[in-house]
């Protein structure tokens, strides 16, 4: 419409039932639009919960050892981890230590290789082993 006076524009947008919008109101002189401002807001919020529909958000699954785990125990756990993986999920693998298992930490490492052997075909390794207090941990995603 061009340069016009705020009360004009005022009047302009009562007269057709609108809302006047400043746009840039740093240019000089301030841009305004004439628009249902309800309608934009809704029409803004329902395209964000549109596009958080369309997100895909990784989860994160944990599966915990112990260090004197017996092979049957440990292939149910792995089993449990590979059906995380092929859901997308990331999945930390946690070893806990009680008492003088501490001593042996060695046997965590040990552990967390013969897993990784296990699972290797479908995950990769996203962080190394770490000793955190009495946990050793590490993180896998799919591949």
Known sequence: MGVITTSDAL?????????LVEVAPQSDPPVCRLMDYGK??????KKEKD??????VIQNKEVRFRPGI???DMMTKVNKAREFLEEGARVKITV???????????????????IMELLGDIAAVE??????????????TPK
């Not at 934009?40 to 919020?45: G, L």
């Not at 003088?100 to 060695?106: F, G, I, L, N, S």
């Open 11 to 19: 009047a302009i947008a009562n007269e057709r039932e609108l809302d």
């Open 40 to 45: 934009f807001k809704y029409d803004r919020a």
């Open 51 to 56: 596009s958080k529909k369309k997100q895909h």
């Open 70 to 72: 017996d092979v049957h």
């Open 96 to 114: 806990m230590f009680r008492g003088r298992e501490m001593a042996y930490t060695d046997n965590g490492y040990i552990l967390i290789d013969k």
């Open 127 to 140: 962080r190394e082993p770490v000793m955190e207090g009495r946990f050793m941990t590490t993180f896998i």
